[in-house]
């Protein structure tokens, strides 16, 4: 199982990033993919997920401005992150879980003010 993610960065407070994440090497249907963060110091946290019909989960510092959405075909999932905020700068994990767990790598946001 794989999971590559692309699309972190730096972006000025205010802009915009869009985060996806290509799950391969997978010979199980994918319940839940989603996206979780972590902050310098801070625990990690959910970000968004979605499951394969469709239903969303939003953290709370992030509802009405970041958007989930999921390839069933393709295994991707993607977050479309807008009005970013310094609050936002962290590490993004991508996850998938069937029956168990998987991670990935993680890619970095920062947000300057």
């Known amino acids: 199982v794989q999971l590559q993610a692309s699309g972190g960065g730096l972006v000025q407070r205010g802009g915009s990033l869009r985060l996806s994440c290509a799950a391969s090497?997978?010979?199980?249907?994918?319940?839940?993919m989603g996206w979780y963060r972590r902050a310098p110091g801070k625990q990690r946290e959910l970000v968004a997920t979605?499951?394969?019909?469709?239903?969303?989960n939003y953290g709370d510092s992030v509802q009405g401005r970041f958007t989930i959405s999921r390839d069933n075909a393709g295994n991707t999932v993607n977050l479309q992150m807008n009005s970013l905020k310094p609050e936002d700068t962290a590490v993004y994990y991508c996850?998938?879980?069937?029956?168990?767990?998987?991670w990935g790598q993680g890619t970095l946001v920062t947000v300057s003010s």
């Open positions: 979605i499951t394969r019909d469709g239903r969303l």
């Open positions: 996850v998938v879980i069937a029956t168990l767990a998987y």
């Open positions: 090497g997978m010979d199980f249907s994918i319940n839940i």
